[in-house]
């Protein structure tokens, strides 16, 4: 029994020990983490430059030929990346035209709709409105007139115009009278 006890204490010490282990282990782990330094200046500037180098040697690597073919890559590239904000202005422009067209073909469009039903009522309502017997009689004296004119003189001048204008308002006249 003795010896049962004395295992069981050997193996708590151990797991404790172990255990105590473990935690010494995260605190270093922690511990390193924290201290570990982020890049200064001189070690992001130490690796744009090591970069640099590397394309330099790499570039007297190349032939002749291709190093022209690289230059002529690199000045479509440089081409290519002043002309893209004009590129992206003008795209925006377009779009921004494009919608204002759009909007106002649809606003006349609306327009256009409107006003075909406001005319497809009011001659309706005008003529309701305005029906009475002395604007029938006005209207059938000026169709009289006018065929009257046709018969005597198939090309009217002008004093034949006048006095069709004379007769119809002296004939408005009577009837508005009586």
Known sequence: M??????????HRYNHDEEEEQEAQQDRDHHNHTLRRSPTLYDLFAEVMNERL??????EMLSPENQ???????????????EQPALVQDD????????????????????????????????????????????????????????VLKETDPSPGTSQQHETTTKRSSYNKKNTDS
């Not at 002529?72 to 002043?82: G, K, N, R, V, Y």
């Not at 073909?105 to 005319?119: D, I, L, P, V, W």
């Open 54 to 59: 590397l394309e330099m040697y790499d570039w």
């Open 92 to 147: 925006a422009e377009q779009s921004a035209r494009i919608h204002v067209f759009k909007s106002s073909e649809e606003s006349e469009q609306q327009k256009k709709k409107q006003m075909a039903e406001e005319c497809d009522q009011t001659p309706l309502s005008h003529l309701e409105n305005n029906s009475t017997l002395h604007s029938y009689d006005s209207i059938l004296f000026q169709i009289e007139q006018m065929e």
């Open 2 to 11: 003795a010896n049962q006890h004395f295992q069981q204490q050997r193996d």
């Open 68 to 82: 022209q073919e690289q230059d002529q890559l690199f000045e479509l590239d440089s081409t290519a990346a002043l």
